[in-house]
């Protein structure tokens, strides 16, 4: 029964994983017939605590302390929708990944799952910047009883109807803020309401509202449109599950100029996130693109020649090219290697007008078209689903001097009735044939 309700808890981040994880599940999550990985639906605990949000696998699970070290007696503890927290293990319990916990919260406790343990929680908390030394990390009181894990789960089970109906009273009261997500205590003490606002919200009424309605403490938690997409999840538009809500956990600001320097079009819509703010990936590439644009020339830069005057009109970064074409002629683009563009500028400084781009320009090998027949549009891909056609009647020419074929004649002539009145030829009783006997011989008879 009991680990009937932690499979629970992991179906909240697993739900969405019969597609996701085909490709980035780990070695304990082997496929099974049907697709679907074998560590979600209720299967169990796979190497690193099941599919969760921003899992940590313990690589050091298998070292032994070295003697006379005392193992560390901090352990991170996952919440709802990957809220993480550290606490001190003060009792010497034996925990582990994945064993259900109650820690002390402010009333009551809370119920949580334990997700790291040993030195690596060492190496979290001190990029967390939290002080493994302070007084101020609270404490795990003692692992969860099966009366601890159904007051939790009845206190989950009543979230999802609370959101809507906070929804519903903070649209009555006109205020412009929007209710994410709602939290329980595991002692079912407490709610946290997470929302996010443009501005800054007098929700003071909201919250007797809220305290009338649900007869419990609420607590008010405004967070950002990125902190709101990392506790929610989704899908971005690559079809990976989004960055945020698995492993990213360094939200940095992200600029126009980051899509500038890698040559992307400038279209909310494709540059916007699930947040509404754009995308966190446009920043993993950029340093590669500032680095390798450090041996361009200026974009604006201007040749000189004695065609005229060339402008750049397009880049290619990482081949090294750029394009250039005439003021008075931009229909033809001449293709130019950065190395010749530098001894075109540095002549230019000397007030030398080179003669023409085509001298410096590189020749474009364009491939072949491969000229393959094009059956589209000659059979039509309905003509089975037509009924058929009957076959046309043969019209032969009839045959010179009669009117008739001499088929014809034959039937009427058989059809024609005698003109006497006796009986037909055909109904004319023949007399009976005697059959000869048959005789069988004694070799006949052996066979």
Not at 215 to 223: A, G, H, I, L, N
Not at 250 to 267: E, I, W
Not at 281 to 298: I, Q, R, S, V
Request: glycine share 6%; proline share 4%; aromatic share 8%.
């Amino acid at each position: 029964m009991l680990s009937l309700h932690i499979n629970l808890f992991k179906n909240l981040s697993c739900a969405r994983h019969n597609t996701i994880y085909k490709i980035m599940a780990c070695t304990s999550c082997s496929t099974s017939d049907g697709g679907s990985p074998k560590g979600c639906k209720n299967n169990g605990t796979c190497g690193t605590d099941s599919c969760n949000k921003l899992t940590v696998f313990d690589w050091l699970s298998n070292m032994t302390l070295p003697n006379g070290q005392a193992p560390f007696d901090c352990v991170e503890v996952r919440f709802k929708n990957g809220r993480k927290e550290f606490y001190r293990n003060t009792e010497k319990l034996t925990l582990s990944m994945g064993d259900i916990v109650a820690t002390v919260a402010s009333p009551g406790h809370d119920i949580g799952i334990v997700t790291l343990t040993g030195e690596l929680v060492r190496i979290q908390m001190k990029k967390k910047g939290a002080n493994p030394n302070s007084n101020e990390i609270p404490k795990i009181y003692r692992k969860a009883s099966q009366k601890d894990i159904d007051i939790w789960s009845t206190a989950r089970e009543r979230e999802e109807p609370m959101k809507v109906r906070a929804r519903e009273l903070a649209i009555s009261q006109k205020l412009e803020m929007k209710i994410s997500d709602i939290e329980f205590q595991g002692d079912g003490s407490k709610a946290t309401f997470y929302y996010t606002a443009n501005d800054r919200v007098d929700f003071r009424l909201l919250i007797k509202d809220f305290a009338k309605e649900f007869s419990t403490r609420v607590e008010m938690k405004q967070v950002g449109f990125r902190q709101e997409a990392a506790r929610l999840g989704g899908i971005g538009s690559c079809g990976r599950e989004l960055c945020c809500s698995t492993w990213l956990t360094d939200f940095r600001s992200v600029n126009t100029s980051a899509a500038r320097y890698q040559q992307l079009s400038l279209n909310p819509q494709k540059l916007a996130g699930q947040c509404g703010k754009l995308k966190c990936c446009l920043n993993y590439e950029l340093d590669t693109y500032m680095d390798a644009l450090k041996g361009f020339p200026d974009f604006e830069t201007k040749l000189v020649t004695e065609k005229g005057d060339a402008i750049c009109q397009k880049q290619d970064i990482f081949k090294g090219l750029m394009w250039f074409a005439y003021t008075n002629n931009f229909a033809n683009w001449h293709v130019l290697k950065i190395e010749k563009v530098q001894e075109i500028i540095a002549e230019n400084k000397l007030k030398n007008k080179v003669s023409s781009l085509e001298d410096y320009a590189i020749e474009v090998i364009q491939e072949t078209e491969k000229d393959f027949n094009n059956a589209m549009g000659q059979e039509s891909l309905t003509r089975f689903d037509q009924p058929k056609k009957r076959k046309k009647p043969n019209k032969k020419p009839k045959p010179a001097g009669d009117n008739k074929p001499a088929t014809d004649n034959k039937i009427i002539a058989n059809n024609k009735k005698p003109a006497n009145n006796g009986p037909s030829p055909s109904t004319e009783k023949k007399p009976a044939i005697a059959r000869k006997p048959i005789i069988i011989t004694k070799n006949e008879a052996k066979k």
